[in-house]
Structure formats: structure tokens, C-alpha cells
């Protein structure tokens, strides 16, 4: 890391974006002891469209608590588990 900031410096360099999870905390820590800081915190955009949809109560009431079916939480298709055609996306089972 000492070469990375080296090379910035030398080359007039003045930000450098890093991309950690918060769950990694010691990286934070790390981080904070070469003087970065904290300007943005992405959202889990997974996390993010799942909670508006309980907010907005659109998820299919056949998707609660069913193991038997996939739900894609982007395009809010519910389809018979293990469907081959059912659309890419995040599975949510009960």
C-alpha cells in the first residue's frame, strides 16, 4: 500500500475511491490509519429493493413463507422452484 500512495503522490494523484464491505472491519481500520475516510456507504441494493417492497407490500403473498417457489426480487416474477425458464435474479424462500 506504502508504493500505491507513493506512486499517487509522485504522480499528483489526489483521490484514491476504495470499495470495503461493512461487515470488514478490520480493513476499515486499516484504511483509517493511512487517513482515508468514509465518504460514501453504497447500499446493499439487494437489501434496498427487498425492504421497499415490504414497504410498498408488493411481494407476492404466494412467496411468504413458501420453499416451493422462486421470487425475483427486481422483476417480482414468482415461478415453481427449480423452473428452468424462471428469470436470473435473488431467490427469497421461507
Known amino acids: 500500500m506504502d508504493r500505491c500512495l507513493e506512486f499517487a503522490r ?4 489526489r483521490t484514491i475511491s476504495l470499495e470495503v464491505r461493512q461487515s470488514n472491519l478490520g480493513a476499515q481500520e486499516f484504511y483509517r490509519t493511512l487517513h482515508f475516510a468514509a465518504l ?3 447500499p446493499q441494493r439487494t ?3 427487498v425492504m421497499e417492497r415490504i414497504v410498498d ?6 412467496v411468504v413463507n413458501n420453499p416451493n ?3 425475483n426480487s427486481v422483476s417480482n416474477a414468482v415461478r415453481p422452484r427449480g423452473d428452468k425458464d424462471a428469470d436470473q435474479g435473488h431467490q427469497i424462500c421461507g
Open 69 to 71: 417457489v422462486d421470487w
Open 47 to 49: 437489501i434496498v429493493r
Open 10 to 13: 509522485d504522480n499528483g494523484i
Open 40 to 42: 460514501y456507504i453504497r
Open 57 to 62: 407490500q408488493s411481494i407476492p403473498s404466494e
